[in-house]
């Protein structure tokens, strides 16, 4: 979804503040649709999935979502938090209508294209995976989140997807504003009112007012001024929010509209229920949910004039690499290390030189795969690499747990064993999870504490495919 911004105030019950308010807001645009608009608030919301494709094998599932490939409803919302292939990176629970990126990306024409792509607004991480997956494995995306709570879910989301080619970042926007004609493709999830979160958030409304509004357009405004002079000429801008407000949506985009840029439309319209719109000028898709089986959406395509030239990698000479000294990464590609503190990262040799120019124009949190920690004075392997998409599993001994030792395991539980040795890879249903360390009568695992279950069984069902 786009993301709503941060509450700033509650409100007591307010007639202002309701679906009929909102409904009766958006009579204009909808005409007489507002009553099934107003039917669909009041309904539950549906849910929905994004399947890594890298690690999903359990087959195609039901239903799927229109207008992305990877992406499926669920008849239920099931107790996610218990199933050990969430936590794998497996899928990623995700809202229907912001999969809507797909179509944005294939618009562009970047898919098979080896760019530099910045997803600005990036936490918590659904479109920063969904985007990685689209573009070509040797892309570089730079995901970034100013604010440290959000940005330490969205490094344990993309962590977990485990994909290379990833930087995770820590920059206010006005410093990518800086790094001009840079990106080929940026991504601004704006923050945003929030009114069309109404279903999945039952304090969007309580926060709405027509002074945090304008308040949020002030924010897009300045996000989106940053945006565009890092991205390169002729490369494109994708814009999303959660509201239907004209003011967070086609009023900025027309700003830069005004500054030359083209907006291109985003053919997923008709059939798939998304309303293509052309207000103030700007082709936007906006989506309702009596239109289509996701929540408020709207999203828009705009490149920038200008001729865009092919990014063009140049290895960097090294003596052999600690990478490949270490051997847990397949040979996939031309892997450097790279040391930050304690932590040793794995990156495409190609993107090296981009890599370090951000490093010094930017606060970089994590420039690549996390490989390695340093224990008294040995390296061992990350936490997260046993979710990394390329690592070696052939070079790894696999202790596979079923279920309750995999939900043992996530709440940070030892694992019993007999005449466990050294370091070993827990599986669950051949999919990695952690490292275990062996301790004789048990393996000592290694899972996060920060990502450890800690509630307790919910009531509702378990996933359809854990049975």
Not at 1 to 12: C, D, I, L, S, T
Not at 57 to 68: E, I, K, N
Not at 154 to 166: D, Q
Request: proline share 7%; hydrophobic share 40%; glycine share 8%.
């Amino acid at each position: 979804m786009g993301r709503p911004a941060q509450e700033r105030a509650r409100h007591p019950a307010d007639p202002e503040r309701s679906i009929a308010a909102l409904v009766s807001r958006l009579r204009k645009d909808l005409s007489t649709e507002v009553d099934g608009l107003d039917a669909a608030l009041r309904s539950d919301p549906p849910v929905s999935i994004r399947i890594n494709p890298r690690k999903w094998r359990y087959g195609p599932l039901a239903d799927p979502v229109p207008w992305c490939e990877n992406g499926r409803y669920l008849a239920q919302r099931p107790a996610f938090t218990f199933d050990p292939l969430l936590h794998a990176g497996a899928y990623y629970v995700q809202e229907a209508a912001s999969m809507l990126v797909e179509q944005a990306v294939r618009a562009s024409g970047l898919i098979g294209e080896r760019i530099i792509a910045l997803d600005l607004c990036a936490a918590p991480g659904g479109k920063s995976t969904h985007l990685r997956d689209l573009l070509h494995p040797d892309a570089l995306l730079v995901c970034n989140e100013v604010n440290g709570e959000r940005r330490s879910v969205l490094k344990e989301n993309l962590w977990k997807w485990g994909a290379a080619n990833v930087m995770i970042t820590g920059t206010a926007p006005e410093r990518f504003g800086r790094l001009t004609d840079l990106f080929d493709l940026v991504m601004v999830d704006a923050p945003c009112s929030g009114e069309g979160m109404v279903r999945k958030d039952p304090h969007a409304l309580q926060q709405w007012s027509p002074s945090l509004v304008e308040q949020c357009a002030t924010v897009q405004r300045d996000v989106l001024k940053h945006a565009w002079n890092c991205l390169r000429p002729g490369g494109f801008l994708i814009y999303s929010t959660c509201t239907w407000e004209l003011g967070e949506n086609e009023a900025r985009l027309r700003e830069l509209v005004d500054e030359g840029g083209i907006v291109i439309p985003i053919p997923a319209g008709g059939a798939h229920g998304a309303l293509a719109t052309d207000h103030l000028g700007i082709n936007a898709l906006r989506c309702y949910p009596h239109r289509l089986r996701g929540e408020g959406f709207v999203l828009a395509l705009v490149r920038k004039a200008g001729t865009r030239e092919a990014v063009n990698g140049q290895p960097v000479a090294t003596p052999r690499d600690l990478v490949t000294e270490l051997g847990w990464l397949r040979a996939t590609r031309n892997w450097m290390a790279i040391q930050q503190g304690d932590e040793l990262y794995a990156i495409d040799g190609s993107w090296a030189r981009t890599v370090d120019a951000l490093q010094r124009s930017i606060t970089v949190v994590s420039p690549g795969i996390p490989l390695a920690e340093r224990k008294a004075g040995n390296w061992r392997p990350h936490a997260a690499l046993a979710l990394a998409q390329d690592l070696d599993m052939e070079r790894q001994p696999t202790v596979d747990l079923d279920l309750d030792r995999a939900i043992e395991l996530l709440r940070g539980q030892s694992i019993g064993a007999k005449d466990a040795s050294g370091i070993a890879l827990a599986t669950y249903r051949g999919i990695p999870l952690s490292w275990l360390q062996g301790a004789g009568t048990r393996w000592n695992n290694r899972w996060p504490s920060h990502w450890r279950i800690r509630s307790a069984r919910p009531s509702a069902p378990p996933v359809s495919w854990s049975t």
